[in-house]
């Protein structure tokens, strides 16, 4: 078998090995039971003392929302500022300059969101304090405000009849202890000595070969990238991400960052089965986000190895697939299997230019974040498809005429109403911000922003139109990748998407933690023949056929006029 | 709520301590004993240094191999793709005219001997490799330039050409440019 077709199959069957036990291992962690990384309790003991938290305190689902709110709003504040006056501070051996309000804005809530859009480059637009204090911090608390809101959740189901759904402290400071900050750990050590740079030296000066003299920006950057897998952050230490040969110096690293930011996403769906006792509804929801994932996949990869017909148009011959904004080392197949993971979970990194795929990798990359439902980020991919969910069973109750029932509780009007206002949120903001931006950009042409509307796009007709979809898709989606050719940073942009961000994280974590707090306040009904079952082939098909009718109504025409017009309008 | 506060201010002290200070503190004391110190691995010529490993760095004379199109002229204090979209009529111009440059110095080649990733710019504008076909083009240039017998160029590509990772896994036969360029200088 060819050898980069074998370098995705084993990096797949790798992620499974490691995210199955790390499944049960995460089911067990968070019910409280017997884990070998007990010996860890001191030292969470400790950060609790200092911190003076109750971690045995039990919170409703009021309650657990306040006190993830809270440390999130002080994180806005804080890092706000810091980026505000980063150059003022130190750990800035590049001299670099502190952001623009709007600037700050945005990236200071990218980073608080999961998502790191990144309208700055590493090189230039961030000092190793911010990379280190403010970016990397982020990327573990954010990931780990993901899997708290998930864990609620989860009990919430599992404890039948409750209004406790845990202590929001003991979660969010388990799954960095427990999980990100050991396995990150691992991570920065492979990437150390495979060429990520890790020591606080700053930019170096070369004279190359030829004479010329070069400026090379370094930094410590291994920590950093470690974690912005494994918490399907994404935000990157060098401009050009992962695919930067730093970042990502050969195919070993390749291999380690993709299997990395697909772990957690896969073993959180598994351990929603283990912890609420139902293994196979696990089993299930994985194979419908398997099925979707690789719908989008294959086809990606199909067209990246054939290459850009425009090129082959030319004469020129593509062995190595299309090759426009991508890696020698990587090659097509492995940069296609990046690009289809990075957008079902919310990571958002990239090791090779979403730009410039040929257009129908477009497509199955926004479609993946339209749906945002296939494993998606750290904990909030399992919420999302929770929604999905709830409108399956809605619809399902509808079409066989009884009242529908979730896990032994009856849905009622409340809990539906919520569900279908997550669903529709997506298609509002993603639709609204293109809508406004095409307008700005085209009647709005010459306003006086740090890039001209008119500037904006990188390319011109139907994929400058992706561009701007990208951007929101990416942004609602909480994903962080981009169409990078977008003139993204003023006032427009860094202000928009700010607010979309912050709509699209938030409202679909309260929303199912609401759900779930409710459902679980309710009485509940031992199930019985009469019962809709869940955790069957048939309702997994159902879930999967509500998901793509709901967002192939509400993105088609948008997705007409961006990449599928591009592809035909190749001749 | 207040004690929300109070404990939200207090936490993130704590774990700034561990997360951002002794965390990276451990990864870069055990870099230290990677190659390169945790700095970037680097390559040297006559006792030079000349650049790094990873990075690649602008070839455009005749007696060098060339690398791939970088949308940030090789300067490693940035790093970007293109961002070309595949219809893109101005990118798909600049491809052409790549390839008209590449013909002229190589009038021996037809256009379909052309590899993609000589003419298309790379993801980071730093890539460091070529393909091995990308290289193998430009031996009859080099070595006519050179006054070297192509043969002996072709033994220094095939000595330079990098295999899968473990034989198995991801792309093999291509060439990082400027270790193949430090060996050519070295060369008798």
């Known amino acids: 078998m060819n050898t980069e077709l074998l370098g995705i199959v084993a990096s797949f069957i790798i992620t499974l090995l490691i995210a199955i036990p790390l499944g049960k291992y995460l089911a067990k962690t968070f019910a409280g039971e017997k884990v070998w990384t007990d010996f860890l309790k001191p030292i969470e003991n400790a950060i609790f003392k200092l911190s003076g938290i109750n971690p045995a305190k039990p919170m409703d689902w009021k309650q657990f929302l306040k006190a993830m709110m809270t440390i999130n709003i002080l994180w806005l504040v804080y890092g706000f500022f810091v980026l505000l006056y980063q150059d003022k501070l130190p750990l800035n051996p590049d001299g670099n300059p502190g952001m623009t309000a709007d600037l700050a804005f945005n990236t200071i809530i990218s980073f608080v969101v999961n998502c790191n859009l990144q309208h700055y480059s590493g090189e230039s637009g961030a000092t190793y304090l911010t990379q280190h204090f403010i970016f990397m911090f982020l990327h573990f608390t954010s990931c780990a405000t993901g899997i708290a809101a998930a864990i609620a959740v989860f009990k919430a189901f599992r404890d039948k009849t409750t209004a406790d759904v845990g202590n929001f402290w003991m979660y969010f400071v388990r799954s960095i202890t427990r999980l990100l900050l050991p396995i990150s750990a691992i991570i920065a050590l492979i990437l150390a000595f495979n060429g990520t740079p890790s020591s606080y030296a700053g930019k170096d000066k070369i004279i190359t070969v030829q004479g010329d003299t070069v400026n090379v920006s370094r930094g410590p950057a291994a920590p950093m990238i470690a974690i912005k897998h494994l918490g399907t952050n994404g935000g990157g230490w060098f401009g050009a991400n992962s695919a930067h040969p730093l970042e990502n110096p050969n195919y070993l690293t390749n291999m380690v960052e993709i299997i990395a930011q697909f772990i957690i996403p896969v073993a959180m769906i598994l351990a929603f089965g283990y912890f609420i006792n139902r293994k196979k509804l696990g089993w299930i929801i994985f194979g419908v986000m398997m099925v979707g994932t690789l719908m989008f996949m294959v086809p990606t990869i199909i067209g990246e190895v054939s290459g850009n017909p425009m090129i082959a148009k030319m004469g020129i011959s593509q062995p190595t697939g299309s090759m426009e904004g991508k890696e020698v080392r990587f090659g097509p197949m492995a940069t296609g299997y990046w690009s289809t993971l990075t957008t079902v979970t919310s990571t958002g990194s990239v090791n090779g230019m979403h730009d410039s795929m040929v257009p129908l990798s477009g497509l199955w990359q926004l479609l993946a974040m339209m749906i945002n439902g296939f494993f998606g980020g750290c904990g909030v991919g399992i919420l999302n498809y929770l929604v999905y969910l709830i409108i399956a069973v809605f619809i399902s109750g509808l079409m066989v005429g009884r009242t529908p029932e979730f896990l032994g509780h009856k849905v009622e009007a409340r809990e539906v109403k919520i569900a279908a206002l997550i669903t529709l949120l997506s298609p509002f903001l993603i639709m609204a911000g293109t809508a406004l931006s095409s307008y700005m950009f085209v009647h709005h042409g010459n306003a006086d922003w740090a890039v001209k509307p008119s500037s904006w796009l990188n390319n011109p007709g139907y994929h400058g139109f992706s561009e701007m979809l990208y951007e929101y898709t990416s942004a609602n989606a909480n994903n962080g990748s981009g169409f990078e050719g977008l003139g993204d940073n003023n006032i427009f942009w860094n202000v928009s998407t700010g607010i979309v961000l912050l709509f699209g994280r938030f409202l679909p974590i309260i929303g199912p933690v609401a759900i779930a707090g409710l459902l679980g306040k309710k009485k509940y009904v031992p199930e019985s023949a009469g019962t809709l079952r869940i955790d069957t082939v048939t309702f997994g098909i159902m879930t999967f056929a509500v998901i793509l009718v709901l967002n192939a109504l509400s993105y088609f025409p948008a997705l007409a006029l961006g990449p599928i017009a591009e592809h035909f309008s190749m001749k | ?188």
């Not at chain 2, 970037?40 to 007696?63: C, R």
């Not at chain 2, 490693?76 to 961002?83: C, D, F, V």
């Not at chain 2, 070529?130 to 033994?155: G, P, Y």
Request: net charge positive.
């Open chain 2, 1 to 188: 709520m207040k004690s929300y506060i109070v404990q939200a201010i207090r936490l993130t002290v704590v774990l700034t301590i561990l997360l951002c200070i002794l965390y990276p503190a451990f990864i870069a004391f055990a870099g230290k004993f990677s190659n390169g110190n945790g700095n970037g691995e680097t390559i040297s010529l006559n006792g030079k240094v000349v650049g790094y490993a990873n990075l690649a760095q602008k070839f455009d004379k005749p007696k060098y191999f060339w690398g791939r199109p970088s949308a940030v002229q090789y300067n490693a204090a940035g790093s970007a793709g293109s961002n070309k979209g595949p219809t893109n009529p101005d990118y798909l111009k600049e491809v052409n005219n790549r390839v008209d440059t590449l013909l002229k110095y190589h009038p021996y080649l037809k256009r379909n001997d052309i590899p993609a990733d000589l003419v298309t710019a790379s993801g980071s504008g730093l890539d460091p490799d070529i393909s091995l076909n990308a290289a193998l083009i430009q031996v009859k240039r080099v070595a006519q330039v050179r006054n070297l017998d192509e043969q002996k160029l072709n033994d220094l590509i095939a000595a330079q050409t990098e295999k899968p990772l473990w034989g198995l896994f991801g792309p093999g036969a291509r060439v990082n440019v400027l270790k193949l360029n430090v060996a050519l200088d070295q060369m008798k």
